[in-house]
């Protein structure tokens, strides 16, 4: 694809659906929390006010303060780090290791096809969530091992792909040459195969985003992983869910609402960059 | 003979299950027996409760031991209740059960219209309306749905029951127990009553539950409907002057039905896992509020039993789609 095409491409994408552009200022916007959380928020995130406890939202707490007199704005820009972290570090695990294993099924075939294929048949063969609570359990209760635990579950779904990109890409003559040429299978399949399944590949990591964020979230919002008074959308969305029937609503709404925010925008990206990369799946 | 096929292909996903299970209970960092020996345990009564428990023996005799143990259905003791996790389990299955069928029933009368209608008018305002609505679904996290639908049915608006489980027992008391299904046992009981109040209670929870299996329903049905309309088959059935009707429902939608079932066990992945999430929003007093209480209080053997019992639930449940799935297209049962 030439330079000129490619802007025409990006052109379309974003015209065509103005979303992606919505999406690209709510990515910008997180990434920046993520960076700058702690400079960006107006109090200590950490910081109690026994004077100040579950104030509703005013000018001084735009979302409020928590039962703990925390200010709930700061505390939800400075736990983007940690979410989008979460599901970023597993995304990318899961993306490297799918693309291996999933390489090295669909290019050699036989045998290692057939385990690296039965061991993510078992993967799949449980109810996602329930899988990851059990290795959380299993591994111990912290951080890394949710993002272990997410970084497994997704890994099929990039192993799989990954496989079906190399097998059919396995025979084609511009591989053919390569083999000709007299490189040997490594070379052939990193230099010539994976660099051309590499943009539907991040497609999938972009659609695969919101997933890993909802799972990072749900597992501490039932209370594994991060621990209190760590600032974390799920955490916050659990610790405000006791207020519900007191009814003080920016307790929980506001973190929810972050994460909300964080899965569309992954969403529309991943749309959008289907658009962008592959113009024949638009539907 | 497609049957028995269809049942013994089910049998390495189950080995494979039972493989992990064991794994994630014996193989993994952590020592369990200085965990079931307790805090003042010394060394040797670490040794002692290792090898009562046949855990210095190695892993391939483990694993025997763990296979006899699941074929006389003993899944261990759970330590926070001090019962059988079997026990444990079985009782509070129906709950979830009862649901996760509901939350399915939403999902699919939803989402199956909404895909149908939008396939009918590709390109206009009801599709995009139709791809907006679960689009969006799909971005909300299941808990917070279930938080906000609590928020504002039950605290702004006062139409939907307190969120304390099940049942208000302090208003009434649970039907006796035939299925463990509230509504169906309180219909047989023919306490109506009680079947509206338990009905009542299970209504915000199956729609925060099934409101995330919306899009992947709708997304199937519109692109299935869309190729099904677009065949010869349905262009031959109009050209004959076969009424609308007729030709959306017998011969367009039957023949979307079968990619349909296929997505339903992706679906039903979800609707396990996120019991879990919706269990504890709600105060269900189903199995995934146990395994929740489990894993917090480190008890292992409860833990991997429901994921155990969960994975097997799954098993069976795309086993029953895919038998479903040769009902609705023959042609399935020869192609395996």
Not at chain 1, 234 to 243: H, K, Q, R
Not at chain 2, 101 to 114: E, K, N, Q, S
Request: charge should be neutral; glycine fraction near 10%.
């Amino acid at each position: 694809m030439s330079a000129t095409t490619l802007a025409r491409n990006v052109g379309h994408a974003f015209g065509q659906n103005r979303l992606t552009l919505v999406a690209v200022a709510i990515l910008l916007l997180l990434l920046l929390c993520a960076a700058f959380g702690q400079q960006i928020a107006p109090y200590d995130p950490l910081m109690t006010n026994g004077g100040a406890k579950l104030l509703a939202p005013d000018a001084a707490h735009l979302f409020g303060t928590d039962a703990l007199g925390r200010d709930i704005l700061s505390r939800v820009i400075v736990a983007a780090r940690l979410d989008l972290g979460m599901a970023i570090s597993a995304v990318v695990l899961s993306f490297l290791g799918g693309l291996a294993l999933g390489a090295v099924a669909g290019y050699f075939g036989g045998w290692s096809d057939r385990i690296i294929g039965r061991g993510m048949d078992t993967i799949m063969a449980f109810p996602l969530f329930v899988l990851a609570m059990g290795i959380v359990a299993a591994l111990g209760n912290s951080v890394l091992n949710i993002i272990i635990a997410t970084m497994i579950i997704n890994l099929p779904f990039y192993c799989r792909f990954a496989r079906g990109e190399v097998n059919v890409r396995r025979e084609m003559g511009y591989v053919e040459a390569a083999r000709m040429g007299g490189n040997r299978s490594l070379p052939v399949l990193v230099h010539h195969i994976i660099p051309n399944i590499l943009p539907p590949m991040m497609v999938q990591a972009s659609l695969n985003m919101g997933w890993a964020i909802l799972n990072a979230a749900g597992l501490s919002f039932i209370g594994l992983g991060v621990r209190p008074p760590t600032p974390e959308w799920g955490i916050m969305v659990s610790e405000g869910a006791s207020f519900i029937i007191s009814g003080e609503w920016w307790t929980f709404v506001f973190p929810g609402a972050a994460l909300v925010l964080a899965v569309f925008c992954f969403n529309l990206l991943g749309d959008g960059m289907r658009d962008l990369l592959d113009p024949r799946q638009r539907i | 003979m497609f049957v028995w096929k269809r049942l013994l292909g089910t049998l390495p996903s189950l080995a494979g299950v039972i493989v992990v299970t064991f794994l994630l209970s014996h193989a993994l960092p952590g020592d369990p027996a200085a965990y079931f020996a307790g805090p003042a345990a010394n060394a040797a009564s670490i040794a002692e409760v290792r090898n009562k428990l046949g855990l210095d023996q190695s892993l391939p005799v483990q694993f025997l031991h763990y296979l006899a143990d699941l074929a006389h259905g003993n899944l261990g003791n759970s330590l926070t209740t001090g019962q059988p996790v079997l026990t444990d389990l079985i009782q509070r299955l129906p709950a979830s059960l009862e649901l996760t069928m509901f939350a399915l029933i939403f999902a699919v009368t939803v989402a199956i219209p909404m895909g149908v209608w939008a396939a009918t008018r590709p390109g206009s305002l009801i599709d995009h309306a139709c791809r907006a609505t679960v689009s969006a679904a799909a971005a909300f996290p299941t808990f917070f749905v279930g938080l906000l639908l609590v928020y504002v049915f039950y605290f702004l608006l006062g139409l939907a029951p307190e969120p304390v489980g099940r049942l208000n027992e302090v208003l009434y008391s649970a039907p006796p127990h035939i299925t463990g299904a509230y509504t169906i046992d309180s219909l047989l009981a023919g306490d109506w009553q009680v079947f509206r109040a338990s009905l009542a209670q299970l209504i915000l929870p199956s729609i925060s539950l099934g409101l995330f299996a919306l899009a992947p329903i709708a997304r199937i049905t519109r692109a299935a409907m869309l190729q099904a309309l677009g065949s010869d088959f349905t262009r031959t059935a109009r050209a004959s002057g076969l009424p609308a009707r007729k030709v959306l429902v017998t011969y367009a939608f039957r023949n979307a039905l079968l990619p349909l079932s296929s997505v339903l066990g992706m679906v039903f992945s979800f609707l396990l896992g996120a019991n879990v999430l919706i269990e504890q929003v709600y105060g269900w007093q189903g199995v995934g509020s146990y395994a929740v209480s489990a894993v917090l209080a480190s008890d292992y053997a409860a833990v991997q039993g429901f994921v155990l019992m969960m994975a097997v639930l799954y098993i069976l449940l795309n086993l029953l789609v895919d038998l479903l799935g040769t009902l609705i297209d023959p042609r399935v049962r020869f192609e395996a």
